[in-house]
Each structure stands twice: as structure tokens, then as C-alpha cells.
């Protein structure tokens, strides 16, 4: 027998469970679902909307075209109510405060906090990539962060229907 092709395939059961228990909530309660991947209400109530979803890729493909859609109003509520990289979590405290002055100067600099994929990235990778972003101007760095934060609602998408 081949486990790992059984694991794929129990996983992938599990999966479309979810994807049909997504599909299958009241309205308002697949709102909240969605707006716990993504802080802008507009993109909440249009995937909740868009239900039912009849294979992940149109789940995935859907968010994508609705997060294209959005508005710069709707974009920073995103960012806005996302919580902020953790500082906190750093254990060396040279590095955790060098990075929450940088995110200090980030917000003063551009208006809306620091957004990034943090998956895989050391405090210090974080730093350097705060660090650079510093020099854009607000629209490429609006650019850049609203790109981030579509990659976040995308994994935490993922993991809503791995849990």
C-alpha cells in the first residue's frame, strides 16, 4: 500500500469537508469565517457572496479577482486590521527594539503599519526588509504591502480549510 498517496488523499478529503461546510454556512456566519483571513469587510461579504465554491481553485481564484476589485479604502482596512508583526516574539532585545523603531518610522513614514509574509524570515531578514521598503514611494510601498497582506489572506485561506 502507498501511505503517502492514502495521507494526500485523507488530507484532501478533509479539505473538501471543510470546503463544503464553508459553502454550506449561513451568510453572516461565512462573513465572519472570511473576515477572519482578511480585515476588509468588502472582500468578506463578496467571497461569502460568491459561495458556493465547487473546487478549491475557484475558492483560491475567486479571492484573488475580489482582492483585485477592491478599492485603496478597502485595501487599508485590510492592512489596518491585521495585527502588526510581533516585535515581542524576538528574543534578542537589540533586535526587538531596532525593529519596532523601524516599524515606528514605517508608519510614520507612509500612514498604515508594516505589512509582510513573515513565513521563513528570521527578525533580522525582517529588519533588512523593513529597512529597504523605507525608501519607496507611498504608492510603490502601498503596492508592496497590499500585495503582502494578499498573500497572508491566501495562507490563512489554506489553513481555514486545514483545520
Same mark, same amino acid.
Given at each position: 500500500?502507498?501511505? #503517502?498517496?492514502? +495521507? ?19 451568510? #453572516?456566519?461565512? *462573513?465572519? +469565517? ?9 472582500? /468578506?461579504?463578496?467571497? /461569502?457572496?460568491?459561495?458556493? &465554491? ?5 475558492? &483560491? +481564484?475567486?479571492? #484573488? ?7 485603496? /479604502?478597502?485595501?487599508? *482596512? ?12 524576538? !528574543? ?9 523603531? /523601524? ?8 500612514? &498604515? ?27 510603490? *510601498?502601498?503596492?508592496?504591502? !497590499?500585495? *503582502?497582506?494578499?498573500?497572508? !489572506? ?10
Amino acid at each position: 500500500m502507498n501511505w #503517502d498517496r492514502l +495521507v494526500f488523499e485523507l488530507h484532501g478529503l478533509k479539505i473538501y469537508k471543510k470546503l463544503n461546510w464553508l459553502n454550506e454556512l449561513p451568510l #453572516d456566519e461565512a *462573513e465572519y +469565517v472570511f473576515r477572519e483571513c482578511c480585515g476588509s469587510s468588502e472582500w /468578506a461579504t463578496r467571497m /461569502a457572496r460568491s459561495r458556493p &465554491f465547487p473546487m478549491l481553485d475557484h475558492l &483560491f +481564484v475567486r479571492a #484573488d479577482e475580489i482582492w483585485a476589485a477592491l478599492s485603496p /479604502a478597502d485595501l487599508l *482596512e485590510a492592512i489596518a486590521a491585521d495585527d502588526d508583526i510581533d516585535a515581542g516574539v524576538v !528574543t534578542v532585545p537589540e533586535v526587538r527594539r531596532k525593529l519596532a523603531d /523601524a516599524m515606528s518610522l514605517y508608519i510614520s513614514r507612509f500612514g &498604515f503599519r508594516f505589512v509582510l509574509r513573515t513565513a521563513d524570515k528570521s527578525a533580522d531578514e525582517i529588519l533588512a526588509i523593513c529597512h529597504s521598503r523605507l525608501g519607496n514611494s507611498p504608492a510603490t *510601498e502601498l503596492m508592496i504591502a !497590499t500585495e *503582502e497582506q494578499r498573500k497572508i !489572506t491566501e495562507d490563512r485561506l489554506g489553513k481555514l480549510l486545514e483545520r
